[in-house]
């Protein structure tokens, strides 16, 4: 299981192991990762889920899709180049050390 490093706004960080094909934003609620509300479930409807992803990990994620770049154009902190959801994020062997950054607000 890769494991995941959260820095939250204040610069708190918490290292969670995720499964391979759960998404990071799951990984986060089952783990206590706190500032992720998701409070669409992962339907990438409410961009309560927004992170910040390490530059060095950017080339591991999926295209952004047309609902994920919507959602994000609506975020309650500033979007920013390496602003995803973490609902559209499907952890592969890949991530192993990804570091994403919460933003200050979530809504």
């Given at each position: 299981m890769?494991?995941?490093?959260f820095i939250?706004?204040?610069?708190?960080?918490?290292?969670?192991d995720c499964a391979?094909g759960?998404?990071?934003?799951r990984?986060?609620?089952?783990?206590?990762?706190t500032?992720?509300?998701?409070?669409?479930?992962?339907?990438?409807m409410?961009?309560?889920?927004h992170?910040?992803?390490?530059?060095?990990?950017?080339?591991?994620?999926?295209?952004?899709?047309?609902?994920?770049?919507d959602m994000?154009?609506?975020?309650?902190?500033?979007?920013?180049?390496n602003?995803?959801?973490?609902?559209a994020?499907?952890?592969?062997?890949?991530?192993?050390?990804?570091?994403v950054?919460?933003?200050?607000?979530?809504?």
């Amino acid at each position: 299981m890769p494991n995941v490093t959260f820095i939250d706004a204040a610069g708190k960080s918490k290292v969670i192991d995720c499964a391979v094909g759960t998404s990071l934003m799951r990984s986060a609620q089952l783990n206590g990762v706190t500032g992720i509300y998701a409070e669409c479930s992962g339907q990438k409807m409410c961009a309560t889920c927004h992170v910040y992803v390490a530059e060095e990990f950017l080339h591991t994620l999926p295209a952004i899709s047309e609902d994920e770049n919507d959602m994000l154009d609506s975020t309650a902190s500033d979007r920013q180049h390496n602003s995803r959801l973490s609902c559209a994020i499907i952890i592969q062997p890949e991530h192993e050390n990804l570091v994403v950054q919460l933003p200050e607000f979530q809504r």
